[in-house]
């Protein structure tokens, strides 16, 4: 608790000093990544996240959905996106043990609420400084990128 | 402590009040602003107008959009001049835009604002403008706010009348202001009177998404000044009026010797007629080079047709065509009501405004009522056709517009200021002043079946003292009016881009909910576009360089590139990846002799770069997308011209190795 209060307040320094964010500011910030995402566990929203994704249903791995997420994936999603390494945004091997389906679908599909409201995409946002592109990914597309991932993560 | 604050807030207020008493010395040139009138105004921060209004640039070339009635400015919007702010006319994609039958003219002078209409009413779809100087029609589409087909009328000359549209924008119509010789040939000025025409032309719009405009016809009329137009409606929907001057046939000092005869022409054009001729074959085919340039929003690209004739009919061979309307003295504006009954003529020159009756002209065509014939167009009998005379209204009467409450509003250049009359009883109800020389006004719908009759925008041509000097060239000025009441009330003052000739309005709920926010990937058909960064590269053909290059928030791929060599012309061909609204990014490169681009989400567009000298030339994106805006830069490695290397570009650990 103690550490996430520590983080949200170099965050809270960090969007004060906007634009003027020196390197050694952004380095420090990024060595604070895997605990960043470590304490997404103590969230208020039970981990769904914030948008229009209540509740989803997960079954048997779907290999078709899958492939289409993969194609959905790569055409909005890896400019920005890599799977094993952080890149724009964080990397996002293992995302299906760390974040709820929901969550990973309201990130998609809701990044500015997101990001504003929900702790973990807010902590997100303070680390990587570099908002959550909003492309416009239907439900049914978020849903098969999670598919993907989930391909991904039972590798 | 909280004495001391008290204090210097209490000295603070009081220099404030002085501020405000010493203000009351300025009432003369306020008029008679009423004391809410800061309150009719005042749109509060995130709130919305209730009206967009388009604003002609006038010899700017744009349209310039405007809410109402706060006088807040939205967007210019490029239409016949280049604009560096948007690369439009500089990129590969809009410079055939710009392209005419005398090349490349990237420039002209933008006078009349028009909305489409359906049934008579603004309907939102396209806003049409009319260049003068070298004749063209524009069509603005009110999705997206972007120019998306320009038409260049040919055998005209000073596309003034014009683009003034009939009641379901069947038609688009284009008057010339200077006679000429047609075809063009070698004729002396002083040939004027015999060999000098003008022609009428009528251009065609696509009732569907596209609105895509055609010269339908043109109708070669006697050598006079074709200076304004509007079409009827209701019953008179199927003619188009025409002011005329210069019946003189005057060729110089037109000042004087334009200004001559007694009585001018308002021109009544049957175009239900015409199409009628033309159906029956009674045109000519006129060899006419003219070009027809179009934008698809799906290849984002414009295209230059060019087109080589058109059907000219001649009124002495089309009984029915046209007739004249005797009106004094030189009428400027020609303005239709709503119930498309009376045709006010503005006589400029005269000391009255004169005002035709719709039903009176059909009983004198059918009575032959005619005055004399020219060149085999019958002019009707004055007093057979006029219906009402306002006397005396004010000195150089322009333009009238209407509030669809029986009124209409007239402006006086000379006298600057509007006059509200009556329509039916002539008299004069009302006037009020405008700071300075007003030329059009607007009403939001005015010139249409009906009228939003709330506001009235005067278009002032000189504005002296009204705003803060900025040396020699001072900004025009509009000003706003509040006409729900029985008095005109000014309630402001807004500055303008270049000359705002003519504006119209719309009531915002029309338009905003249709307003695009980005264009969709899937259904960008450009032929350079990349829409996924493992797509991006260079390409080398001779010496052209294509360079395939994407943009995110925020990075470009790839952000560097080596193996350009002194004499290659390259091509960036930037797609923008983003998928959501307001996040353009821009790309510029040092020394391109051309402009930005700045690229909308989902859009292509292609700037074309020669690179003088050997070096590392930075990129960078120009329109600030995101905290790490700064940081969205990239190199350009220009070797010499005979360097042995090949091409590679990168983005972080990826690195490509290309020809």
């Known amino acids: ?155 | 402590m909280k004495t001391k604050l008290f204090l210097i807030l209490a000295l603070a207020l009081s220099i404030v009040l002085t501020g405000c008493d010493s203000d009351g010395g300025k009432g003369s040139k306020a008029g008679m602003i009423g004391s809410n009138a800061a309150e009719k105004v005042y749109v509060a921060p995130g709130e919305h107008d209730e009206f967009y209004a388009f604003l002609s640039g006038g010899f700017s070339g744009q349209v310039s959009v405007y809410g109402l009635p706060s006088g807040r400015l939205f967007k210019v919007i490029p239409v016949f001049s280049q604009d560096g702010e948007k690369g439009y006319g500089y990129n590969e994609e809009t410079k055939p835009m710009l392209e005419t039958s005398h090349g490349f003219v990237p420039w002209d002078d933008s006078h009349h604002p028009e909305l489409s209409q359906t049934d008579g009413v603004p309907d939102g779809r396209f806003l049409f403008i009319n260049g003068n100087n070298t004749p063209r029609i524009a069509k603005i589409d009110l999705r997206t706010f972007e120019t998306t087909e320009i038409i260049e009328i040919p055998n005209s000359a000073g596309n003034h009348s014009s683009p003034f549209t009939t009641e379901n924008s069947e038609y688009l119509v284009a008057g010339t202001r200077f006679s000429i010789p047609i075809t063009e040939t070698d004729v002396s000025v002083k040939e004027y009177a015999e060999k000098f025409q003008g022609m009428l032309t009528f251009v065609s719009v696509s009732p569907d998404e596209v609105g895509d405009m055609e010269i339908d016809f043109q109708i070669l009329m006697p050598g006079f000044d074709y200076d304004l137009a509007h079409s009827g409606k209701g019953p008179s929907h199927g003619w188009t009026f025409f002011t005329t001057y210069n019946t003189e046939k005057a060729s110089t000092m037109k000042e004087v010797n334009a200004s001559q005869n007694d009585k001018d022409f308002i021109a009544a054009v049957n175009w239900k007629k015409a199409q009628e001729y033309i159906k029956a074959g009674k045109f000519h085919t006129m060899p006419s080079n003219y070009l027809n340039n179009e934008y698809s929003d799906h290849t984002h690209m414009a295209t230059s047709k060019k087109m080589t004739s058109t059907r000219v009919l001649i009124p002495s061979e089309c009984p029915g065509l046209v007739y004249y309307l005797p009106t004094p003295k030189s009428p400027h504006g020609v303005d239709v009501d709503p119930s498309g009954e009376y045709i006010v003529g503005n006589g400029k020159l005269s000391a009255d405004l004169t005002v035709h009756s719709y039903s009176k002209m059909i009983k004198a065509i059918e009575a032959k009522a005619f005055e004399k014939e020219i060149d085999g167009i019958p002019v009707l009998k004055y007093d057979q056709v006029v219906a009402g005379v306002v006397e005396k209204p004010g000195l150089g009467p322009l333009h009238t517009e209407f509030d669809g409450k029986g009124f209409a509003y007239t402006t006086f250049f000379i006298s600057s200021e509007v006059v509200k009359w009556k329509l039916g009883t002539w008299e004069i109800v009302d006037r009020i002043p405008s700071y300075y020389s007003v030329g059009h006004l607007m009403i939001p719908g005015g010139d249409s079946r009906k009228p939003w009759g709330k506001y009235l925008v005067s278009l002032n041509k000189i504005t002296k003292d009204r705003y803060l000097p900025t040396g020699p060239e001072l900004a025009h000025s509009a000003q706003l009016y509040d006409i729900s009441g029985d008095k005109m009330e000014l309630l402001l003052d807004f500055p303008t881009i270049g000359e705002p000739h003519y504006a119209q309005a719309i009531a915002a709920d029309v338009i905003k909910d249709k307003s695009l926010k980005y264009y969709k990937l899937d259904d960008n058909k450009h032929p350079y576009a990349v829409k996924n960064e493992k797509d991006t590269r260079v390409e080398r053909k001779g010496n052209e360089v294509h360079v395939y290059l994407t943009t995110i928030r925020s990075h470009f791929s790839p952000d560097w590139i080596e193996g350009v060599k002194l004499g290659d012309v390259v091509y960036f061909h930037l797609t923008n990846l983003e998928q959501d609204w307001d996040v353009p990014h821009g790309f510029a490169i040092k020394g391109a002799n051309n402009a930005e681009l700045l690229v909308m989400p989902g859009q292509t567009e292609t700037l074309k770069w020669i690179p003088k000298s050997v070096g590392m030339f930075p990129m960078y994106c120009t329109d600030f997308c995101s905290a790490l805006h700064q940081e969205m830069q990239g190199y350009v490695r220009v070797h010499p011209a005979n360097a042995n290397v090949k091409l590679s570009w990168g983005l972080g650990e990826n690195e490509t190795q290309g020809k």
């Open chain 1, 1 to 155: 608790m103690i550490k996430t209060m520590a983080l949200f307040a170099i965050s809270l320094f960090m969007l004060v000093a906007c634009g003027e964010a020196g390197d050694a500011q952004l380095e420090k910030n990024a060595s604070n990544e895997t605990e960043a995402v470590a304490s997404g566990e103590s969230v208020g929203n039970d981990g769904l996240g914030v948008g229009p994704i209540k509740s989803v249903t997960i079954g048997a791995l779907d290999a078709a959905m899958a492939k289409e997420g993969e194609d959905i994936f790569a055409k909005n999603c890896t400019a920005c996106h890599k799977i094993d390494a952080k890149f724009v945004g964080p990397a996002l091997a293992g995302v299906t043990e760390r974040r709820k389906p929901e969550w990973i679908m309201n990130m998609i599909m809701n990044p500015e609420q997101m990001v504003k409201e929900d702790p973990v995409a807010k902590e997100l946002l303070a680390e990587f400084l570099a908002p959550m592109a909003n492309q416009n990914i239907t439900e049914d597309q978020a849903r098969k990128i999670v598919e993907y991932f989930r391909q991904v993560d039972s590798k």
